[in-house]
């Protein structure tokens, strides 16, 4: 049976799922494969860009491009690969106002594809629209984000699984107790 955009919701804000948001597990990245991987696929291939067209909707195709890949390709390239559609589909449906029409955690999660972003004005975009929204915990992790693109213009987390080569001050900053490991 084809996944819906109410399923999705339904699932990733589920008193389940929540605790596993930023803290997962091998077993719950292996039941995002096994259960959305071919959502996943089908989003990437733009078969399911009709989501689009509602509020939830669009949240729902920004958690199955932004989140799950993270999860289900963890240290992979893969998991980076839907990013850019993410950010299409959450920067549409912010321009449209849909945020307005979603909870604090819908607006948090639409807005998390600017967070992961490394182009600075997503940065500060990510910022503006947390603070405005009131949003304090992401915003103090979205400052966060904001401050390792300002300082290194991308993430040096993940530069080994992009096959990018760390420069020096990033193998440093890998070793010490301030890196964020995503």
Not at 4 to 12: A, G, L, N, Q, R
Not at 33 to 57: I, K, M, Y
Not at 136 to 155: N, P, Q, T, Y
């Amino acid at each position: 049976m084809p996944v819906c955009p109410e399923e999705i919701v339904e699932f990733w804000f589920s008193g389940e799922v929540r605790p596993r948001w930023f803290r997962s597990t091998p077993e719950f990245d292996a039941e995002l494969r096994e259960r959305f991987l071919a959502a996943w696929q089908a989003a990437a291939r733009g078969e399911l860009d009709r989501w689009r067209d509602t509020p939830e909707g669009a949240l729902a195709l920004v958690i199955v491009l932004d989140q799950f890949p993270l999860n289900m390709f963890r240290g992979q390239a893969r998991s980076f690969a839907t990013e850019v559609r993410s950010r299409e589909v959450a920067a549409a449906a912010i321009d449209r106002g849909w945020d307005r029409k979603l909870d604090d955690g819908g607006k948090a999660f639409l807005y998390l594809p600017l967070m992961h972003s490394e182009a600075l004005a997503d940065q500060d975009r990510s910022v503006q629209l947390y603070r405005d929204a009131g949003l304090v915990d992401s915003l103090r992790w979205a400052e966060h984000h904001r401050g390792i693109i300002r300082r290194f213009g991308r993430f040096p987390h993940r530069n080994e699984a992009l096959g990018r080569e760390s420069t020096p001050e990033e193998i440093l900053w890998l070793a010490s107790k301030e890196a964020f490991r995503g």
